[in-house]
Structure formats: C-alpha cells, structure tokens
C-alpha cells in the first residue's frame, strides 16, 4: 500500500512538472503529429477526404487516428484523458484563456463507463468540434484552405 502511494504521489509530481513544461505545439509540430499518425494508424482515401472537411467519422481506424494525435500533442493521456488546460492553450483561437478552458472541461469525462480509450478521445473530440472552439477550428482551416485556392488561381 505505501509503495502505491509512493507511485501515485510520484506520478501527480511527474504530471505537475509536466504541466509547468507543457508548451502548445505550432501549426509545423501538428503537421509532423499528423504524418506520423497517419503512418501508425493508416486511413482509407474515403476517411482521409472526410477529414479534410472535418468530419470525423466514428471508426475504428479515425478513432486511433485521433487518439494518436491528441496523445503526441501531449492533450491526452489513457491515465487522465484530455487536460482541459492544454486544450484550452492549444485550441483557443481568438476566445480568451478562461472561455475556453471553460468549453474544454464541459467537454471532458473521467471515462466512467470505461470506455477503450479511442472511443474516450473520440467521444471528446466529438464535444470540442461542435463547441464554439470547433466552430473557429473549422473557420480557421476554412480560411486557409481558402487562402491556397486563391494562390493556386493567381498562379
């Protein structure tokens, strides 16, 4: 029992340094994350096109797709699930700090029902793309999507 406690002491200690360290990743670290969990977690050409729009659909291959991801941008652990505060600073857009903080802890669940932990990430993925933090998500990759096109034609 005191070595348990030891253990779990020592890893609240470890997650408080962590935290203190954690840095959110630029647009360039995203892009490596996603490459890389692509390569580990191998989507279809349907899959692929489907986020792209951002639609995420609920399946096995996405579901490790995105757990991959949230767990290399270090905003998921199967210990925890998503810190709410690194998903703030990672996704808050132009919301401040607090609101969106507030958004990502109604958007978090401490897996009660003991879900595998792919559908735990999914199932808060699903939450924060039909927050307000998706809604700026969606007009962000939007806007750059849109910006390239324009390139492409002026070209």
């Known amino acids: 029992m005191l070595k348990y406690l ?3 002491l020592a ?3 470890v997650q408080a340094y962590a935290d203190d360290e954690w840095k959110p990743k ?3 670290d995203i892009k490596q994350i ?3 969990c692509l390569k580990e977690h191998p989507l279809n050409g349907d899959q692929i096109s489907q986020l ?3 639609i995420f659909p609920d399946e096995p291959d996405v579901r490790q797709y995105l757990l991959c991801s949230a767990q290399k941008l270090d905003i998921f652990c199967t210990h925890e699930g998503y810190h709410a505060d690194r998903l703030a600073k990672q996704f808050k857009m132009d919301l401040t700090e607090e609101e969106a903080l507030e958004i990502a802890q109604g958007c978090i669940d401490k897996n009660e029902e ?3 932990a792919d559908v735990w990430a999914f199932r808060g993925h699903k939450c924060l793309m039909a927050s307000k933090i998706g809604d700026k998500v969606k007009a962000f990759v939007k806007a750059k999507h849109d910006a390239a096109e ?3 034609a002026s070209a």
């Open 34 to 36: 996603r490459i890389e």
């Open 52 to 54: 792209k729009q951002l």
């Open 150 to 152: 324009a390139a492409k």
């Open 114 to 116: 003991g879900s595998p």
């Open 11 to 13: 890893l609240c200690a």
């Open 26 to 28: 630029t647009g360039e």
């Open 6 to 8: 030891i253990l779990t």
